[in-house]
């Protein structure tokens, strides 16, 4: 009997013993309270708690949240109303204030969000707020995570998901979009049609040129080539002048070393009075040698013709 009162007691306080083993994971924090107040917060790894005393008043996870917020209404500086919706991406960097701090967390936070967002697009127009996401996304992130802060949050990051503007908006800005389009369009074929006409011109200026280029090496090389040709004919007729110039002198050098006689040159003489008495020329002039001869032509002439009527009479 006493043993199993002993064992039971041994079982009772093993059971006690590992009900206050307190094995927090990663990335989580337990908050303990003794006798109803906060104690401590355990962070990960083995812990053992007091028994009858302490208890965990709540776990908490310190992975980075995301609280994904429904859209909220909103009226812009030009009393456009239209609706936007939120993300936020925050982590608990305080689990005692985190606890103690806020009641419902969440809530505060969506809450404030909500405020904030009214409050920055009531500052700015239509324009602005569709193109001014950056800016927006800035300023209520630091405004959430200076109002977070007593709470133990940090809000690393605020995202607007969506910007919703009314029907009418959405369509006008179809439209705007639209007509920035065809104007883009236009502005592009017109700019396409007048490079095309410039290369165009480019082109026939570049074939001018080359064409008068080309005429102009054209004649340059025909004037050259008429150029050569008159000099290689100038160069032949020299040639020929001088060939005939050197046949003359050597026909000179042998007469003169066939040492002709008088009657001989006067022959000669004679045969050239023939050719200049052809006809061509208005005047002659006839040496003096040629023309003795002549005169002695002429006497032989006359005894001839007065000789045959003699012979005629006798007859």
Wanted: overall charge negative.
């Amino acid at each position: 009997m006493p043993f199993l009162i002993i064992g039971i007691i041994l079982i009772v306080i093993i059971a006690i013993f590992a009900s206050n083993i307190c094995i927090v994971p990663q990335a989580q924090a337990y908050i303990i309270e003794r006798l109803g107040a906060y104690h401590k917060t355990l962070h990960t790894g083995f812990h053992i708690k007091m028994p009858f005393f302490d208890k965990v008043r709540t776990k908490i996870s310190l992975m980075e949240k995301i609280a994904d917020f429904a859209p909220q209404d909103v009226i812009t500086k030009d009393n456009v109303k239209m609706r936007i919706d939120t993300v936020v991406f925050y982590q608990i960097t305080d689990c005692k204030l985190y606890t103690y701090g806020v009641e419902h967390p969440k809530v505060a936070i969506e809450n404030l969000t909500a405020t904030t967002l009214r409050n920055i697009i009531g500052e700015l127009e239509l324009d602005n707020t569709l193109t001014s996401r950056d800016l927006i996304n800035t300023r209520m992130r630091t405004t959430l995570d200076e109002a977070t802060d007593p709470w133990g949050i940090k809000v690393n990051r605020v995202e607007l998901k969506n910007i919703i503007p009314p029907k009418e908006i959405q369509d006008a800005m179809e439209k705007q979009m639209k007509a920035e389009r065809e104007r883009r369009e236009k502005i592009l074929i017109a700019e396409g049609t007048k490079a095309a006409d410039i290369l165009t011109a480019e082109g026939k200026k570049q074939a001018m040129i080359l064409g008068a280029e080309a005429e102009k090496q054209k004649q340059i090389l025909l004037a050259e080539a008429e150029k050569e040709s008159k000099i290689r004919q100038s160069e032949g007729e020299a040639e020929a002048i001088l060939a005939i110039q050197r046949a003359t002198a050597e026909g000179i050098r042998l007469i003169n070393e066939a040492a002709p006689s008088d009657a001989f040159l006067k022959l000669k003489s004679y045969e050239a009075f023939e050719k200049a008495a052809d006809g061509k020329a208005t005047k002659i002039i006839i040496p003096s040698e040629i023309q003795s001869l002549a005169g002695l032509a002429a006497s032989l002439r006359e005894v001839s013709v007065a000789e045959k009527p003699e012979e005629s009479t006798e007859a």
